[in-house]
Structures are given as C-alpha cells and as structure tokens.
C-alpha cells in the first residue's frame, strides 16, 4: 500500500517561510513525476510545482522566484521550499507522485492527504 504523507504546514506572518516535505513509503517499484498542488475553499486545485525524476523543475508563475522544488530520491521524498510568503498562498497544499507499483503494471497517481499553510497579514 503506497501512501505520502505531507508535513510542514503551519501558520507563518507574510514575508516568512516554511517548507514542506512528503515522503512515499510503501511497496513501488519506482517514482516519476512528483508535485505540489494547493486548494483552498470554492476554487479548484491548482499545481503549485513538479519536478521530474532527473530534477526539472516547473513552477506556477504566481510562484516562481518564491518557492523551490526539490527531491530526494534516495528518501522517495519531496520538498517545497516556501520563501517570501503572501497571504495570497494560504491553502492545503498536497503532494502528488506518479507511481509504478510493479514493473509491469501501470503508472497511477497518488496523492497526500494534504497539509494546511496560513500566511497572516
């Protein structure tokens, strides 16, 4: 059973910082794309972020400049690094990954059960 599991969240004034990580544990066979999305109330989730296995990175322009994406691959785990915070960016912010179970099965998404980030004014 694959899960990941986010943490880092919390509440921070504008201007201060916080990162999160997500760690896949579980059985798989292997990890390809791994991401970050964030929701808040009456709006749809909205990527923030994803990098790919070998490190590219792509980012939201809302973010970019303020938040960096990283990976560990050894940790099956990924970062978010969040610099310059706006009350704006307040949300759930959650982990998706593009996981292969087994060789010969098919890729499929998993996501985090999502971690809470409040940016004060």
């Known amino acids: 059973q694959v899960q990941l599991v986010e943490s880092g969240g919390g509440l921070v004034q504008a201007g201060g910082s916080l990162r999160l990580s997500c760690a896949a544990s579980?059985?798989?066979?292997?990890?390809?794309?791994m991401g970050w999305y964030r929701q808040t109330p009456g709006k749809e989730r909205e990527l923030v972020a994803t990098?790919?296995?070998?490190?590219?990175?792509n980012y939201a322009d809302s973010v970019k400049g303020r938040f960096t994406i990283s990976r560990d691959n050894t940790k099956n785990t990924v970062y978010l690094q969040m610099d310059n915070l706006k009350p704006e960016d307040t949300s759930v912010y959650y982990c998706k990954a593009a996981i292969q179970i087994q060789y010969f099965r098919p890729w499929g998404d998993y996501w985090g059960q999502g971690t809470q980030v409040t940016i004060s004014s």
């Open positions: 579980g059985s798989m066979f292997r990890i390809n794309a």
């Open positions: 990098i790919t296995s070998d490190g590219s990175a």
